[in-house]
């Protein structure tokens, strides 16, 4: 009786062996779960890219509002008889210095 109680036990650790150690085991389905969520992950964040992309891509082609605020952010253009002014911010931590005309320095 003994025997028969170690071969059934043996058996049941040969057949346990590919539930959780094998080519189909637990811990291989697990780790596999874990890289779809990542990969589901980076799809929804590529899908989001691409939706924007093709949102800019049929701008461009149906209108020319976008081409304009391309061209003028992106090459500097400007429109004809436009004025460009630049505004430019001083560095953090220096005092304003008055224009010449304020201080006499002509």
């Known amino acids: 009786m003994r ?3 170690l071969i059934f036990v043996a058996l049941i650790a040969l057949l346990q ?3 959780w150690l094998g080519k189909g085991s637990w811990l291989r389905v697990w780790d596999l779960n874990q ?3 990542a990969q589901k992950a980076v799809n929804a964040e590529l899908k989001l890219r691409n939706d924007t992309l093709d949102a800019e891509v049929r701008d461009l082609k149906q209108g020319n509002a976008a081409i304009e605020e391309r061209a003028r952010s992106e090459l500097g253009m400007i429109k004809q008889d436009e004025v460009f002014y630049q505004v430019i911010d001083q560095m953090p931590g220096q005092p304003a210095s008055p224009p010449a005309a304020l201080t006499g320095a002509q």
């Open 17 to 19: 062996y590919p539930l």
């Open 35 to 37: 890289k779809i969520v």
């Open 3 to 5: 025997l028969l109680t």
